[in-house]
């Protein structure tokens, strides 16, 4: 008796459609495990996320207050994955994205709303840009590894900006806690509905259809869907593939800059410490739920807004760490990953010797 | 002669392929025998079966009388059944002797270099073999790889070792070595299965063929039974093999005039070393080599792919040595490359995506910034109906499509813009004949038309079918002109290995 | 000075080297592991849960090495087994290590134990320079040293070295030899994983001995680097790890000195020459000929070779 596995020649569109849904489900009930060992009651948590997260109008618009900047970051992020570059830098180009608009706001002496808003917004397409487009540089040039670069640049940025809110930026009216002075009105988003929620949510919508119209549509969208597909052949078609590499992680890091400046102009009107608490890593997953589909990045960030909002709550009232939430996702993963296996291959269990 | 092997009624499929439907053969002790088929016929696929690396769907195996199933290479290699696979199985980065020493069975865990490396070094001695035993194998011919392998397997004791189209990569002289060691090994009483589509070795070499078509054995005949013709009919199922009428008035216009080309790679050796070459208008040159002797590197450095060290490449009047690809594309230089579905396509992309990949800037093709998809469909209705492409259903990614569609995917976006010279690098590498037939006619009726052809192939049976002219590479170099109709094979053979011909032409 | 330097450098490579050692196991093999920084945090955990509850180091080690081995089996299975996307594996293996940790690690947080203690080798300990640095140290970076030539020695001069070297380059000829690309592949991974773990848990039990969350702050992420700076080579990986935890130390010094530079710029060092060195060593792989391990990152799928 022995395991044989084959792969499928066509892979089976039902398995594609429901290994996502039955990933989360598996991992749910994993990370249910996890919770009850570490003495908490996972119904009791998963009853809480719900509740706090689409129980009350309110915790609605939390919901998509978090999944704003995860809609941006995943835009960006799988963007770059189309390309099959790795951007594990968002969370850094989201910092960056936050200090341009923040000096922006601060420092600019702009004071009409608009001109703000614009400013801001290029500032932030611009830093969070040019932070992966270091990445975009050395992986062109010199085909180093993005993975590692973009991750180093990670930390180089949080610490950047610490440095800036300790030292240069610190509020002085501030009591000297690390951060800056509070932005004013005119650099700040609109609000709705007497919620948090504010354009920033708006914004990334559009930003997901001018993403699918440019991905779609456009004679650049196609040129990255070949590269992406085999850059080898981009070449030999002529394809300049050093210009799109650094073009693709450069945009990418735009887009997740702009959910730096949708945290700070949106929510917290200031620069300050954890400005995103891991976003950019969670819109790796989201990337990769979301496979190639801007629509599926929007759906994919609404369900983890509704982890995240509930991670929130659950740390205040049973000190679960928020950044179980990472492991979860991890888990997320895993179980993706080994339902990729289903849908690619198929096992068979053949008998030892056939007749004879 | 005793029966050593009994193969009866194998059958094996793959996702949407047949490849093997119902195979019967046998093997006696001390005998060379050769399978014989086209590309495609299941050489490869029924010795991957025997030697245990694929699961016969159906089928009965018997080794020296006894009922056999092979669960892995190491069983069979177990009970003395070695194979010298086509695409070597070596370690470029490591040592001859490292290669050697894994083939090996009952090493310690730590093991005696000297002991070893002394038993391995008698062993290339008897066989007057020249290999340095702590030489990286990627430093070595591919001729001289091949010996690793079977090196490999003599260590073994080996009574059975099948041999996958060992000479594709032979000049005939190292051919003829080879047969030498083969009838020294059938003299020790091994058996040898002998895989090969070329005709007059399989004559040469073999006490039996057993010829293979679309997965099944047709026939074994045994020596005298058989004859050239017999085979080949056999084997492709016609009696005649079909001669091209070929284009008899060339112009004398030179269309393309290579001057002294050299260029390296990135291991700083010589890939093109001082070749010139001129091409006419109209005409079909063949490149012979044996691959591996700067036919890659010409056709980039032709292409725009690569960039040449020295030498001049022109077309007309105009000097285009240092084109880019796409700048190649539009002088009107087209290329069909080596390995299809490694840089020819985008596997993800559909049909129509394909091909457009060099003409997606048109303004056919496109409007401002934006694609014009309903164009870039008609386009592809267009072609895909007149190359007979049979794609599936819209939309579907062009690597389900079989090897020869795809090829003609490639033909179809190369010579959409009616090139004045075609590039074709080993086009008809591992095609079924409809295919590569397909292919042939595609060249000839360019020529007609005034397209000159530079064809790359390895099978010299190709390059005189279809060649006005024969142009032989080796090391990088042009070592001289072949007359399809009058230079015999053993000459082309011999400039293949590298001696200079006085034939002008 | 210089004494008291060497010797900061070397307890701060210590980790950085375990976590390099194994990550040249698993890609020998042809497995890329970005999991890494959460395996090391693994280990961390279980290296100071199992030294606090057993109030022995050695009972620690080891729950570290057992621990991250079986965490390690998980991306093992996946890339491995399952032929999943191994960078995908990693990455998520790091956010579940980040994430573990930090759950399970609240009951320790604020504990203490006796960590590791130094051992001084007669006589040798006493040279000057470099006598405290090599010779007065704690069992697990003795533990370090040897471990450098054994795995030198492990893949060079042994038949199964030899086999998995063969496994990374070239699994098609691996198989066809009777190895088994599968297995060798899977405990090259969890062995890796394990040596991670210990050089997590050397963080947790010598260098700081308590336990707080993230606390490898990105190591993990520079042993990948080292791996590649080193050449896949376990010598040149040592002169690698010191080399970042020679960094590390001057930074350090510079914090306890006061300087006008701003801390935060200071921390920034050690990713900036991660950079670095992964720039330079890149350069370097393109120009010889590679010594990559040539069947780095693809799965091996028997079936494809038709």
Redesign the interface.
Same mark, same amino acid.
């Given at each position: 008796m %022995?395991l !044989?596995?084959?792969?499928?020649?066509?892979s089976s569109t039902l398995l594609r459609l429901t290994a996502p849904v039955v990933s989360i489900a598996v991992a749910l009930l994993f990370a249910g495990v996890? @919770?009850l060992?570490?003495g908490i009651n996972p119904f009791d948590a998963y009853r809480e996320i719900l509740y706090e997260a689409v129980g009350s109008t309110y915790g609605l618009s939390e919901t998509l207050v978090k999944a704003t900047p995860l809609i941006f970051a995943g835009l960006g992020v799988s963007l770059a994955f189309r390309m099959q570059i &790795?951007n594990?830098g968002a969370e850094g180009q989201i910092y960056m994205g936050a200090m341009g608009a923040t000096w922006v706001a601060l420092f600019s002496g702009l004071e009409n709303h608009w001109l703000l808003m614009i400013a801001m917004f290029c500032a932030a397409f611009v830093c969070g840009g040019l932070w992966a487009g270091v990445a975009g540089l050395?992986r062109a040039r &010199?085909?180093?590894?993005e !993975? @590692?670069?973009t991750?180093?640049?990670n $930390?180089?940025a949080i610490?950047?900006v610490?440095?800036l809110i300790?030292?240069p930026w610190r509020d002085p009216q501030g009591f000297n806690f690390p951060l800056t002075a509070q932005f004013a009105d005119a650099a700040r988003f609109a609000n709705f509905f007497d919620t948090r929620l504010h354009s920033g949510f708006f914004l990334a919508l559009f930003c997901a259809l001018l993403l699918y119209l440019f991905m779609e549509?456009?004679? &650049?969208g196609? #040129?990255i %869907?070949?590269i /992406?597909?085999?850059p #080898?052949?981009?070449?030999?078609?002529?394809m300049r593939t050093g210009v799109a590499i650094f073009a693709v992680l450069f945009l990418s890091g735009a887009i997740a800059g702009v959910a730096g400046l949708s945290e700070v102009a949106g929510l917290q009107y200031r620069l300050q410490h954890g400005i995103s608490s891991g976003y950019g890593?969670t819109a790796?997953?989201i990337a &990769?739920l979301a496979r190639r589909s801007a629509l599926g990045v929007i759906i994919v960030s609404l369900l983890m807004g509704i982890l995240l909002v509930g991670g929130d709550s659950l740390q205040m009232l049973w +000190?679960?760490?928020i950044?179980? !939430? $990472?492991? *979860? #996702? /991890?888990?997320i993963? *895993?179980f993706l990953? /080994?339902s990729?296996?289903f849908i +690619?291959?198929r096992v068979k269990l053949?008998k030892? !010797? +056939? /007749?004879? | 002669m005793s029966e050593l092997l009994h193969i009866q009624n194998i059958r094996k499929t793959f996702p949407g392929v047949v490849a093997l439907d119902d195979v019967s053969f046998t093997v006696a002790s001390g005998e060379i025998h050769t399978l014989l088929g086209e590309n495609g016929a299941g050489k490869s696929t029924l010795m991957n079966v025997l030697t245990g690396l694929y699961h016969p769907d159906s089928g009965r195996m018997h080794l020296a009388g006894q009922p056999v199933h092979f669960t892995s290479p190491r069983d069979s290699l177990s009970r003395g059944i070695g194979m010298v696979h086509q695409h070597f199985m070596l370690v470029p980065a490591h040592s001859v002797f490292e290669n050697i020493l894994l083939a090996l069975d009952k090493v310690a865990l730590v093991y005696d270099r000297k002991h070893y490396k002394q038993k391995i070094q008698k062993l290339i001695d008897t066989f007057e073999l020249d290999l340095d035993l702590d030489t990286e194998v990627w430093k070595l011919s591919i001729g001289a790889q091949q010996w690793i392998e079977l090196i490999k397997l003599l260590l073994r004791d080996c009574r059975l070792l099948i041999l996958d189209e060992p000479t594709a990569v032979l000049t005939p002289q190292e051919a003829a070595r080879l047969f030498k060691v083969l009838r020294l090994l059938q003299q020790q009483g091994k058996s040898i299965i002998f895989i090969s589509h070329k005709m007059r070795e399989v004559m040469e070499i073999s006490d039996r063929v057993t010829v293979l078509k679309k997965g099944s054995s047709i026939a074994t005949l045994k020596r005298g039974d058989f004859d050239a013709e017999t085979l080949a009919g056999l084997m492709i199922g016609q009696d005649r093999i079909p001669q091209w009428q070929k284009n008899l008035q060339m112009s004398e216009k030179i269309i393309l005039d290579i001057k002294n080309l050299s260029a390296r790679n990135d291991r700083g050796l010589a890939d093109l070393d001082d070749f010139s070459l001129q091409l006419k208008e109209g005409e079909i040159l063949g490149i012979a080599g044996v691959a591996g002797n700067g036919q890659k590197a010409l056709a980039e450095a032709l292409t725009g792919l690569r960039d040449v060290s020295k030498g001049k490449i022109f077309a007309g009047a105009v000097d285009i040595t240092h084109s880019s690809a796409r700048s190649s594309y539009i002088s009107g230089i087209a290329h069909i490359p080596e390995d299809r579905k490694s840089i020819g396509i985008a596997p993800d992309l559909d049909v129509a995506d394909n091909l457009i990949m060099k003409s997606f800037k048109n303004s056919l093709f496109r409007l401002g910034i934006f694609q014009n998809r309903r164009a870039i469909r008609r386009n592809a209705e267009d072609k895909v109906s007149r190359f007979a492409i049979k794609s599936g259903p819209d939309g579907s990614p062009v690597r389900y499509l079989s090897g020869g569609n795809i090829q003609k995917v490639i033909i179809a976006r190369e010579l959409s813009e009616q090139p004045r010279v075609l590039v074709a690098l080993y086009p008809t590498r591992g095609l079924d004949i409809g295919s590569a037939e397909y292919i042939h006619k595609v060249i000839v009726d360019g020529a007609g038309s005034g397209m000159s052809t530079i064809l790359i192939a390895e099978d010299l049976d190709e390059l005189l079918k279809l060649s006005d002219r024969i142009a032989v590479m080796f090391r990088g170099r042009l070592i001289g002109y072949a007359d399809p109709r009058h230079t015999s094979r053993e000459e082309i053979g011999l400039m293949m290995s590298g001696e200079c011909r006085e034939i002008s032409l | 000075m210089v004494e008291i330097l060497l010797d900061a450098t070397v307890r701060a490579g210590t980790p950085i080297l375990f976590a390099t050692l194994g990550a040249i196991l698993n890609e020998r093999a042809g497995i890329i592991n970005l999991g890494i920084e959460g395996l090391m945090l693994i280990g961390a955990l279980a290296g100071f849960a199992g030294t606090f509850y057993s109030g022995s180091p050695l009972i620690g080690i080891l729950a570290a090495f057992a621990v991250t081995f079986a965490a390690g089996s998980i991306h093992a299975l996946i890339t491995v087994q399952l032929r999943g996307n191994q960078i995908v594996s990693g990455l998520a293996m790091t956010m579940f290590g980040i994430g573990v940790t930090a759950l399970f690690g609240r009951g320790m947080v604020g504990q203490t134990i006796s960590g590791l203690e130094r051992l001084p080798i007669p006589g040798l300990s006493q040279l000057p320079i470099i006598g405290r640095a090599f010779f007065q140290q704690d069992l697990l970076i003795y533990t370090s040293f040897v471990l450098v030539f054994l795995l030198w020695f492990f893949l060079y001069r042994t038949r199964i070295g030899l086999a998995l070297r063969t496994v990374g380059e070239n699994p098609a000829a691996a198989d066809t030899c009777g190895i088994s690309v599968s297995l060798y592949r899977f405990l090259a991974v969890t062995t890796g994983a394990g040596l991670v773990g210990i050089g997590g848990a050397y963080l947790s039990l010598a260098m700081t001995p308590m336990w707080i969350e993230n606390m490898s702050a990105g190591r993990g992420w520079i042993a990948v680097a080292l791996v590649i700076f080193s050449g896949w080579s376990s010598g040149k990986a040592m002169f690698g790890a010191y080399l970042f935890g020679g960094i590390t130390a001057m930074q350090l010094r510079f914090q306890a000195i006061g300087t006008d530079i701003s801390t935060h710029i200071l921390q920034m060092l050690p990713y900036v020459f991660t950079i670095l060195v992964l720039v330079v060593s890149t350069i370097r792989l393109q120009k010889g000929s590679s010594q990559q391990p040539q069947g780095l990152g693809l799965p091996y799928d028997r079936e494809d070779r038709k």
């Open positions: %022995k !044989v596995i084959e792969r499928r020649d066509i996890l @919770i060992a570490a &790795w594990i050395l &010199w085909s180093v590894n !993975v @590692i670069v991750l180093m640049m $930390y180089i610490l950047l610490n440095y300790y030292g549509r456009t004679i &650049w196609y #040129q %869907k070949v /992406g597909s085999n #080898q052949a981009a070449r030999y078609a002529g890593y790796i997953i &990769w +000190q679960l760490p950044a179980f !939430v $990472y492991a *979860f #996702q /991890g888990l993963l *895993f990953l /080994g990729d296996f +690619q291959y053949i030892g !010797v +056939q /007749g004879g | - | -």
